[in-house]
């Protein structure tokens, strides 16, 4: 068996919905032991971006905001989307100002990870950001952001403790952490 070949057969798909973020879609399908099925598929128009910034005390800042589809408050990294078209690297840098006021003097990619593998192909790239330089923050109007300095032992403690859930920021965390040790 071929485990990088695709073992499904779409038979017809339609967009069945969309906005400006998304679109949904819904495939008949014939699954890998070739029995007829449904899938839906919901593709985002952004690629997803996240940053960690971490200064030379080893502090990094989180964002809260309530997730409306959650329907919970969540403390995650400075995250957004990068429209089609746009540099990775500048709508990395975009999301940071906007979401914490920060500039970086340094950016490197850690992490690419999918976000939910089972209905959508949401891909996520996720930025260390160092040298930093404090200025205003411009959030956008659908965002109310709080903003809190923490060291980063302390949010990889809220990972552990579930009291961050947000796949990026876990995955991110996780990742800046090890990376800055040297283990990666």
């Given amino acids: 068996m071929n485990e990088q070949k695709n073992p499904w057969t779409t038979i017809r798909e339609e967009v069945v919905y969309a906005n400006n973020w998304i679109e949904v879609v819904h495939k008949d399908v014939l699954n890998p032991n070739g029995n007829p099925g449904v899938y839906g598929q919901v593709n ?6 996240g940053v960690i910034p971490v200064d030379e005390e080893g502090n990094t800042w989180l964002v809260g905001q309530y997730r409306f589809p959650l329907e919970e408050y969540s403390w995650e990294i400075p995250e957004g989307g ?11 840098k ?22 939910s ?34 060291k980063l032992s302390e949010a990889i403690q809220m990972v552990m403790e579930n009291k961050i859930t947000d796949s990026m920021s876990v995955a991110g965390l996780l990742k800046a952490e090890r990376f800055l040790k040297g283990e990666v």
């Avoid at 593998?117 to 952001?145: F, H, R």
């Fill in 44 to 49: 985002f128009k952004n690629i997803a971006i």
């Fill in 82 to 92: 990068c429209p089609e078209g746009e540099n990775m690297l500048d709508a990395a």
């Fill in 94 to 115: 975009r999301e940071l100002k906007e979401e914490t006021g920060m500039e970086a003097g340094s950016y490197e990619m850690i992490c690419k990870i999918h976000t």
């Fill in 117 to 150: 593998n089972s209905v959508c192909k949401e891909v996520a790239y996720i930025y260390l950001a160092k040298d930093l330089k404090q200025g205003k923050a411009e959030p956008e109007d659908t965002e109310q952001l709080v903003v809190k300095k923490v």
